[in-house]
């Protein structure tokens, strides 16, 4: 798809890596640990506002190079 989307943290489980982002007017995209920007232990915080891109994932919706603006 194109260009980034920002979108705010739904939910993120830190010790299963993974989470959701809300986007405005759409539903809610799948985020995994690898799909975030950074090094080290890369995790998110409900609330925190990202951008990303989305992809079509095996299951729906899934966010690819997200980054904590």
């Known amino acids: 798809?194109?260009?980034?989307?920002?979108?705010t943290v739904k939910w993120f489980n830190d010790e299963k890596g993974f989470g959701f982002i809300s986007r405005e007017g759409d539903s809610d995209v799948f985020v995994h640990f690898r799909a975030i920007n950074g090094t080290g232990r890369r995790s998110l915080e409900e609330g925190q506002q990202v951008t990303f891109e989305v992809t079509q994932g095996q299951k729906g919706p899934q966010a690819e190079n997200v980054t904590v603006v």
């Open 1 to 7: 798809m194109s260009g980034l989307i920002t979108g």
